[in-house]
């Protein structure tokens, strides 16, 4: 009788302890959320009102931008939902499936514009006379772009079916027990998701170093040409620092769905078995979530177009720029995303 009452007060003390934990998570987490959520229509802002920004891969940019700023929805949403404690027990399940399928579709369609963005590249830098990209590499693009959409909406579909909330933990979404289907599953996921897009990023900007490092600049080109190839380098350098990011912030995520997969332990039972590595998963979490937080800033920071930009619109706000100025062009035709 002494030994149930003193599990259960074990256990009592372990549900209390991750209930403050995902209290203070989610207290941190939720105001990095709403400035990524900011940041993110901010930046989506300036690539929609200036036509400079109409390019190709502005475009896949902006899809980009666009699914983050849906997962940074989401992620305010659920934070703001863990703290109010608002959601009865079928609501926390229809919370969970709802947030869970939103982020991974969302990053589904980040990871896979990325790796697009990074094809467009290569096209334009390391294949740049050739017939595809001059004739057929839009078209190309469009319905890549569409059967991304079409397989994030579809291969993210099961987690509604396997995901739940467990009702002694506000804000724990977690696996329902894990068969082999959804062992395959989630091994599928980490292949689609993360080995798949990181192989084809990683191999496509280390061709794009490497064909710039051994090209060699006509020695006809004056001070205009020479700034117009810095640009290029400086945009490339973006773009490979966003697509880098996924990669490195996401592997511990995908490390730990594949180890739950191997095991088939949900987040719960490790909770018993191995604290550390429950806390390492949650961390893991809140790290690929990060993503969305950071991929504006670096944007900024790399992009000197968008930098421009972004500080001739915060003076316009701010109300210090002239009505003469606000006439001028703001940025002349940006020839680093041609």
Not at 59 to 85: E, F, K
Not at 154 to 173: F, H, Q, R, T, W
Not at 195 to 221: D, G, H, L, M
Not at 276 to 287: C, E, F, I, N
Request: proline share 2%.
């Amino acid at each position: 009788m002494n030994h149930g009452v003193i599990n259960d007060s074990n256990e009592t003390n372990i549900d209390n302890f991750f209930i403050q934990l995902y209290d203070i998570t989610s207290i941190i987490a939720l105001p990095l959320a709403i400035i990524g959520l900011i940041s993110n229509i901010f930046v989506l802002y300036i690539f929609i009102t200036d036509r400079n920004f109409h390019k190709p891969t502005y475009y896949l940019i902006m899809i980009s931008v666009t699914s983050d700023i849906i997962t940074a929805i989401s992620m305010t949403y659920g934070y703001s939902h863990i703290l109010a404690r608002t959601t009865d027990d079928n609501g926390a399940d229809i919370m969970c499936q709802s947030a869970v399928y939103i982020t991974a579709t969302s990053y589904t369609i980040s990871i896979m514009n990325l790796c697009l963005i990074a094809f467009d590249r290569y096209c334009n830098i390391v294949k740049a006379v050739s017939q595809f990209n001059r004739l057929y590499k839009n078209n190309f693009l469009l319905f890549v772009e569409i059967s991304i959409w079409i397989t994030a909406v579809i291969i993210n579909a099961p987690l509604i079916l396997v995901m739940e909330s467990k009702n002694k933990d506000y804000g724990l979404c977690d696996f329902i027990p894990i068969t082999n289907i959804i062992s395959a599953y989630l091994i599928f996921l980490v292949i689609m998701l993360y080995i798949i897009p990181s192989t084809f990023i990683v191999t496509v900007y280390v061709k794009i170093i490497i064909f710039r490092k051994n090209y060699v600049s006509p020695a006809t080109n004056n001070a205009e040409q020479i700034e117009e190839d810095a640009q290029k380098k400086r945009f490339i350098k973006a773009l490979m620092s966003i697509a880098i990011s996924y990669v490195c912030f996401t592997w511990p995520y995908f490390a730990t769905i594949l180890g739950y997969a191997i095991t088939k332990k949900t987040y719960y039972q490790l909770r018993f078995t191995d604290k550390v590595a429950y806390v390492t998963s949650l961390l893991s979490r809140s790290l690929t979530t990060s993503i969305t937080i950071i991929s504006p800033f670096t944007y900024l920071l790399f992009d000197s177009n968008i930098r421009k930009r972004a500080v001739k619109v915060c003076k316009q706000l701010l109300g210090l720029e002239s009505n003469r100025q606000r006439r001028l062009h703001h940025i002349r035709v940006m020839s680093s995303a041609r």
